[in-house]
């Protein structure tokens, strides 16, 4: 279920998972289809390995280990 609504998904396992400098193995992660959302999500098996500042209104993310 997202903001939308209800919507197909595939579950997939990222063996790495790279955004930018920053690294994560093996994320679970859903697959969407279609041209929506425009922008990708990162959900708390991301988001747990990086330390959060905000930096002149701007957030920055950097990876803990």
Not at 26 to 33: E, F, G, L, S, T
Not at 41 to 64: E, I, W, Y
């Amino acid at each position: 279920v997202t903001a939308q609504g209800q919507v197909n998904s595939y579950l997939v396992d990222l063996d790495t998972l790279t955004v930018g400098g920053i690294q994560a193995t093996h994320v679970r992660a859903a697959v969407i289809p279609g041209d929506y959302p425009l922008e990708v999500l990162l959900g708390m098996s991301v988001l747990r390995k990086v330390k959060m500042d905000q930096q002149a209104g701007v957030l920055v993310l950097k990876q803990l280990y």
